[in-house]
């Protein structure tokens, strides 16, 4: 059973950092190219950053270019994503997501085979 458990959400003040860490078990990780997505409250999710299998290649949310970053690490079979400069409108729920794919345009379209459920992180003016 594939599993994949975010971690690292939390209430951070505007200007702040957060690092999310998102475990994965069940599946190669080592295979699958790792994305994170976020929702607002009364919004439709929306990527923020993808990583190939080897961490070769990765794309971002152009509202998150310079500010966040992807990196992985297959030994632990974790991805993270670093924030920094964090801001109001960066308050979501955060999910990683598993994909097979690793096409960065499919991938920033939303392509995956599997998802966790999510850390919520709040920025506070």
């Known amino acids: ?3 994949l458990v975010e971690s690292g959400g939390g209430l951070v003040q505007a200007g702040g950092s957060l690092r999310l860490s998102c475990a994965a078990s069940g ?5 699958y190219a790792m994305s994170w ?41 974790t991805v993270y994503l670093q924030m920094n400069s964090l801001k109001p409108e960066d308050t979501a729920v955060y999910f990683c997501a598993a994909s097979a794919v690793q ?12 998802w966790g459920k999510g850390t919520l ?3 506070s003016p």
């Open 1 to 3: 059973q594939v599993q």
């Open 27 to 31: 599946l190669t990780f080592s295979t």
């Open 37 to 77: 997505f976020r929702q607002a409250p009364g919004k439709e999710r929306e990527f923020v950053a993808t990583i190939t299998w080897n961490g070769g290649s990765t794309k971002y949310a152009e509202f998150v270019k310079g500010r966040f970053t992807i990196s992985r690490d297959n030994a632990k079979n």
């Open 103 to 114: 096409n960065l345009v499919l991938l920033g379209r939303g392509m995956a085979d599997y």
């Open 121 to 123: 992180v709040t920025v």
